[in-house]
C-alpha cells in the first residue's frame, strides 16, 4: 500500500497539494504557496522573514509565517493510504461485503 502526505490550503476556493512525503510537501508549499504571494500582500518584516526562511531552505518555517502573516490555515495529513486494485481486488469485494456490519442482523 503507498501513501502520501497531502495539505489542505483553507482558501476560497480551498486548494490540496499531495506528495510522497512531508518533506517534499513543505518544499512544495513553500514553492507552490509562499513564494506566489504577490509581496504587496505582505508586510515588510513578514516579507524578509519569508524570503530568508526560503533561501535558508527552512521550508516549514516559511509556511509557518506565512500562515502567520495570511491568517489562512493550511492542514497538513502526513499519512493518507492510496488504495489500489492490488488491495482492494474487485473478485473479492462481494465475498467481503456480506460479512460487513452492514450485512449482520441485530439480535432478536
Given at each position: 500500500?503507498?501513501?502520501?502526505?497531502?495539505?489542505?490550503?483553507?482558501?476560497?476556493?480551498?486548494?490540496?497539494?499531495?506528495?510522497?512525503?512531508?518533506e517534499?510537501?513543505?518544499?512544495?508549499?513553500?514553492?507552490?504557496?509562499?513564494?506566489?504571494?504577490?509581496?504587496?500582500?505582505?508586510?515588510?518584516?513578514a516579507r524578509?522573514?519569508?524570503?530568508?526562511?526560503?533561501?535558508?531552505?527552512?521550508?516549514?518555517?516559511?509556511?509557518?509565517?506565512?500562515?502567520?502573516?495570511?491568517?489562512?490555515?493550511?492542514?497538513?495529513?502526513?499519512?493518507?493510504?492510496?488504495?489500489?486494485?492490488?488491495?482492494?481486488p474487485?473478485?473479492?469485494?462481494?465475498?467481503?461485503?456480506?460479512?460487513?456490519?452492514?450485512?449482520?442482523?441485530?439480535?432478536?
Amino acid at each position: 500500500m503507498t501513501a502520501v502526505a497531502y495539505a489542505v490550503v483553507r482558501d476560497e476556493p480551498p486548494t490540496v497539494y499531495a506528495a510522497d512525503t512531508v518533506e517534499i510537501l513543505q518544499r512544495l508549499l513553500a514553492l507552490e504557496v509562499v513564494a506566489r504571494t504577490p509581496p504587496v500582500e505582505l508586510d515588510r518584516s513578514a516579507r524578509g522573514r519569508m524570503r530568508q526562511a526560503l533561501l535558508d531552505e527552512r521550508w516549514a518555517d516559511a509556511v509557518v509565517e506565512w500562515i502567520d502573516t495570511t491568517g489562512i490555515a493550511i492542514d497538513v495529513y502526513t499519512h493518507l493510504h492510496v488504495y489500489s486494485d492490488l488491495e482492494l481486488p474487485n473478485d473479492l469485494i462481494g465475498a467481503q461485503l456480506q460479512f460487513s456490519p452492514l450485512f449482520r442482523d441485530d439480535p432478536a
